[in-house]
């Protein structure tokens, strides 16, 4: 035998050998695309049930709580356990973490009580205990909590739990159970639907009827799903606590293939129930109440380091989708709570422009500003899920909500996947303006210049050097002018002196609380007709006090509720639609409930006599939505401006509970002016100088503060940072060619290393 005929036949058993191996590996869901899974089920490496059960087998590992009770004396308290998940019963730790360890001079603490944590009963099922009160990250927990109630049989819902939510091939259910029961027990669970499709399809999946074949899903519980508790991660006990019908949105989901497979934790109702001012007021303390948390299922911890945060009230969507338990997030934005967890979670964000995908089917507020976003591994997936979602009849309209009548012109002729690009070579981004915002990049304090220099140098080494893009930059206070790259030459605010004093004349009228005029500009009368003239012909300054950022807020007419949302109308009118037997207003709402702390349990009970539905200031805000809109489109036009950039956030990510120094609102951007934003991982950051608790001037709370003379230092463990692009109404087709090219030619996302593939 010829030496070359050896050589070939040892190739090819080497090959043989190879393919057989690769046959028999099971496929890992683990940082899997949609694309690859389709592969997957086509190939018969997996089917839709393989994969879901994968994905159980994830959540069975990680899904646990993360979390150890904040106490006065740091003493063990009894075991205690909570809500079945994935066929477990979640066990709490009975370790707690001594309070001064976090909170210095106690004995000098002269506010109200402090809200220490503890083990108490939920109002929903009392079999169920939970952490109440003040609570931190575990250190490696090797846990997330990130997914609060999967459907599964049995565990999907309180009110039609274990044998109430048997199949209906097991017979009649037990005597006791609630009757609504013997309905909602016909439906599949996840398992249940993947064998469905399995049985219907094989391995020969229809993608072009159902794109998001076999994609799980996990959705923020805002969002109404009708085979699955829904309760805005309140602990609330309604009479039937899956709603009768699902969210426009998560309908659409199902329609297109996708398994509705778990709801993830979140604040509850967004960000709180807010407190619109009233006679009842907390009773106690909770310091650093405001991340993301609820009653019903805790606190989410960060996957890339258990202590720290994910950040926004979509928390647990970011968590759920960083840690692998499931393929594609569902968050929901009022102001940074979907593009922050992605950020910090090491996932992709896409924002659409308000109305592009419906939003009705909601707890909370249904607001101008709020929205549904996209969580993914990667921006493309976000695509595709935001094609999917597109009814063939009606396209992106909903006629339950009024926001998705947008008008025809801003939607794109061709699927929005056509605007993705697969690679970074070849300078795909020439002949693109991208303007860096500046204003987001100030280096306040000595915990905002790491992530801030790491960003600009994503900016000009990846975006202008690597993929063509030419770069202006707009000029703020604070940052130094950059001699590489050049000035817009029209600013937000020149747009607003033209268009302010035609629109919005008023406005300069308005004082402060000591009696002095917002707008005051020396050498100026700026309530008289003849500045009015002046500034609209850019013959007279406007204060510098305004900028894009603040101006959502600045000089705002003052409503009876200082969010100039309405949260009794909102409530009241989805459950006027949900109609449940119990919880039918926000009075008995507040009457089946606990909440998260004292002080959202004042703001519940203060909305029940809310008498504010009139308010002027709320009118003011969509006014103003619209200006705001109006100057960046023309700062746009003037600086022939394609898409803004910068840093998602320039803060490192903060402690569970802990102390958080110059962290960057975002809020007054793209929710505000309801226009679309993607984010895309941009790498890792160790550098942190750690901020400590320190007693304010009268010792009755306690504020975050940078420890005096501390250097940084490094953190424990890498943390993921992010990208973000944003630009005008209607410009999604040009922030995903931006996001998928930056994403492609940088591939910064990495995986949680302390939860990589489950072990059989």
């Given amino acids: 035998m010829s030496a070359f005929r050896l050589q070939a036949l040892s190739l090819n058993l080497l090959l043989s050998t190879a393919c057989a191996q690769a046959q028999a590996a099971p496929f890992q869901v683990e940082e899997a695309s949609i694309a690859q899974i389709h592969d997957a089920i086509r190939s018969g490496a997996t089917s839709c049930k393989g994969v879901v059960e994968a994905y159980l087998a994830r959540a069975r590992a990680y899904n646990g709580i993360c979390t150890a009770l904040l106490t006065p004396d740091g003493a063990d308290v009894a075991p205690a356990f909570g809500m ?50 003040m609570r931190v990250g575990m250190a490696n927990a090797g846990q997330v909590n990130a997914l609060e109630t999967l459907n599964l049989r049995g565990e999907r819902s309180v009110t ?50 159902l794109p998001l074949y076999c994609v799980t899903v996990a959705i923020k519980d805002v969002y109404d799903t009708r085979d699955m508790r829904s309760t805005a991660n309140n602990d609330v006990n309604f009479a039937m606590d899956a709603p009768p019908r699902d ?19 979140a604040h509850e109702f967004n960000g709180g129930p807010g407190d ?38 979509s928390g647990g969507s970011g968590a759920a989708i960083g840690a692998n338990l499931a393929t ?42 709020d929205r549904a976003g996209v969580h993914a591994l990667h921006l493309a997936d976000t695509v595709r899920v935001l094609d999917a979602v597109k009814d063939a009849e009606q396209g992106y309209f909903d006629p339950h909500d009024p926001f998705t009548a947008v008008p025809q012109a801003l939607l794109p002729p061709q699927p929005y996947s056509r605007y993705v690009v697969a690679s970074g070579a070849g300078k795909p981004l020439k002949g693109m303006r991208i303007a860096i915002l500046r204003e987001h990049m100030v280096k306040k304090t000595a915990n905002h210049v790491a992530i801030s220099d790491q960003i600009d140098r994503e900016i000009k080494t990846v975006l202008r050097d690597q993929l063509g893009a030419e770069l202006v930059e707009t000029v703020t206070a604070g940052y130094p002018d950059d001699p590489e790259v050049a000035n817009v030459q029209f600013s937000f605010n020149d747009a607003l002196a033209e268009i302010l004093p035609r629109l919005m004349p008023e406005i300069f009228t308005r004082r402060d609380k000591k009696g002095e005029l917002y707008f005051a ?58 109609g449940d037997a119990r919880v039918r207003d926000w009075p008995s709402w507040v009457a089946n409930a606990k909440f998260r702390e004292d002080e959202s349990r004042a703001g519940a009970e203060n909305w029940i006599s809310f008498k504010g539905h009139f308010d002027e200031g709320k009118s003011e805000r969509l006014a103003r939505s619209y200006v705001a809109r109006l100057a960046l489109e023309k700062m746009m036009r003037e600086n022939r401006i394609d898409a803004f950039v910068h840093p998602e956030n320039t803060v490192p990510t903060p402690k569970i509970l802990g102390p958080n120094v110059g962290s960057i609102s975002l809020d007054g951007i793209t929710p505000f002016f309801q226009i679309p934003r993607v984010v895309v991982p941009a790498g890792m950051t160790q550098t942190v100088v750690e901020p400590v608790y320190v007693l304010n001037k009268d010792r009755s709370d306690y504020e975050s503060a940078l420890p005096p003379d501390a250097r940084p230092g490094k953190l424990a463990k890498p943390m993921p940072i992010a990208i973000t692009f944003f630009a005008g109404q209607g410009a999604e087709p040009t922030l995903i060619r931006i996001g998928t090219a930056y994403e492609a030619a940088t591939h910064h996302r990495q995986p949680p290393p302390d939860f990589g593939p489950v072990k059989h």
């Fill in 276 to 313: 619109p001012g009233g006679a009842a007021k907390p009773k106690t303390n909770l310091v650093n109440g405001g991340q993301a948390f609820g009653s019903w299922s805790g606190q989410a911890c960060n996957p890339y380091d258990t202590e720290r945060v994910t950040r926004g009230s």
């Fill in 247 to 265: 969210a426009t949105l998560i309908a659409r989901l199902r329609d297109k293939g996708a398994i509705i497979y778990a709801k993830s934790v």
């Fill in 84 to 133: 079945r998940r994935a066929g477990a019963v979640l066990k709490f730790p009975t370790r707690t973490v001594k309070a001064s360890s976090l909170l210095p001079d106690l004995d000098q603490y002269r506010g109200l009580p402090l809200d220490y944590g503890r083990m108490e009963a939920t109002v929903s099922d009392p079999s169920v205990m939970q952490q109440m009160g």
């Fill in 160 to 209: 039609c739990k274990g044998r109430f939510d048997a199949h209906p091939s097991s017979g009649p259910l037990p005597a006791d159970a609630p009757k609504i029961c013997e309905e909602f027990r016909r439906q599949p669970d996840a398992l249940e639907r993947a064998a469905e499709l399995d049985a219907q399809y094989g391995r020969k999946p229809d993608l072009n009827k």
């Fill in 521 to 578: 500009v020396p050498g100026h009368d700026v309530t008289s007709y003849d500045y009015l003239k002046a500034l609209s012909r850019h013959q007279a300054p406007l204060t510098d006090k305004i900028n894009m950022v603040n101006f959502a807020g600045f000089a705002a007419l003052p409503c009876q509720n200082s969010l100039c949302a309405d949260l009794r109308f909102d409530i009241d009118r989805y459950l006027a639609e949900r």
């Fill in 328 to 369: 594609i997030g569902i968050c929901e934005q009022s102001g940074a709570s979907c593009q922050g967890p992605g950020s910090r979670n090491g996932v992709a964000t896409l924002l659409t422009t308000k109305g592009l995908l419906p939003d009705n089917g909601g707890i909370g507020y249904q607001w101008f500003n």
